[in-house]
């Protein structure tokens, strides 16, 4: 009896987990790091670290990215979007 509710909380948690993780896999510039574009780097990221602007999700590779990014929203985004689109054409 025990082994069916220990099998059934992992299988729960696994699934909270995927549930997770496609949650966090919908931001902006193809999940690539906000502040890396605004940088002029192209930056992977799974979207785990992100922030809402005007209901639009922007990623970041870390905490740290975040923090440089927030300290000027508005001008580090114009730079992300204008290298994204240099870089994305098509």
Same mark, same amino acid.
């Given at each position: 009896?025990?082994?069916?509710?220990?099998?059934?909380a992992?299988?729960?948690?696994?699934?909270?987990?995927?549930?997770t993780?496609a949650?966090?896999?919908?931001g902006?510039?193809d999940?690539?790091?906000?502040?890396?574009l605004?940088?002029?780097?192209?930056?992977?990221t799974?979207c785990s670290?992100?922030t809402?602007?005007?209901?639009?999700?922007?990623?970041?590779?870390?905490?740290e990215?975040?923090?440089?990014?927030?300290?000027?929203? !508005?001008?580090?985004?114009?730079?992300? !979007?204008s %290298? %994204?689109?240099? !870089?994305?054409?098509?």
């Amino acid at each position: 009896m025990k082994r069916t509710y220990v099998t059934s909380a992992f299988a729960g948690a696994f699934a909270i987990g995927l549930a997770t993780a496609a949650l966090a896999a919908a931001g902006q510039f193809d999940n690539m790091c906000s502040w890396g574009l605004a940088n002029s780097k192209n930056v992977q990221t799974d979207c785990s670290v992100n922030t809402t602007i005007k209901g639009k999700t922007y990623c970041f590779s870390s905490a740290e990215a975040k923090a440089n990014f927030m300290k000027n929203p !508005e001008a580090n985004l114009a730079k992300a !979007e204008s %290298f %994204f689109k240099s !870089e994305h054409k098509g």
